[in-house]
């Protein structure tokens, strides 16, 4: 999964993606659209981002690229617009990340992602540079768990902050594993924890951040920055 490269025009976009073995991004759920619009706003992208559907047919008709379902849309009032445009953007510059269409040509960010990456809203990074991580709706829902796999380049070690936590003490939980899957816990984290409390991998280049609400009701979730 990247997000934060900007193409001249749609179609490079998607070349660029597939040279990573990625299309460009597709959103099947509220969730997955909450998240890419807050990892977008994270990154500094309030010009809006592409998404990964262009029209099909006639009369507006959008379909994703990668050739999966289309099972939910989130398009601005009044949106499509006939003659404005064949591809799709999320726009990032404020809270509902709506949808419009615009100009296949239009120079803005986009984001890739492999079959599968948002399944379930299990997420999975490399990074050589600062990157920030939310639960799922955060601010306003942290009721979703989610995955998250976080990647450095070999020899290195993971490090993350906890630049935000509010979670129900009896039951909602962010726990940090050594590795992926069958790690060793670093961490089980729940309650209250102010910015600057941060955590490292002992001898691994990958972390599995795990969110783990058991409902999450009254809580806003995490925010993890690596």
Known sequence: FQVGIIAETWAEAQIICRSLGRNIASVHNAQVREFLHSLAVSRGLVNGVLLGATVTGKS?????????????ENFQAGFPIDGIGECLAMVTNDAGGKWIN????????FVCERSGDFDHIHRSFKSTYIMQIYSPGFPNDASVSCDYFLEVDANKLVEVEILFLEANSCCDHLVLFEGTFGGNIIANLTGEISAGTTFRTNSSNFMRASWQPNGGVNVRGMMVRW
């Open 60 to 72: 507006n008709t959008f379909g994703w690229i990668d050739g999966s379902q289309w099972d939910y």
């Open 102 to 109: 615009i100009d296949c040509s239009t120079e803005i960010p």
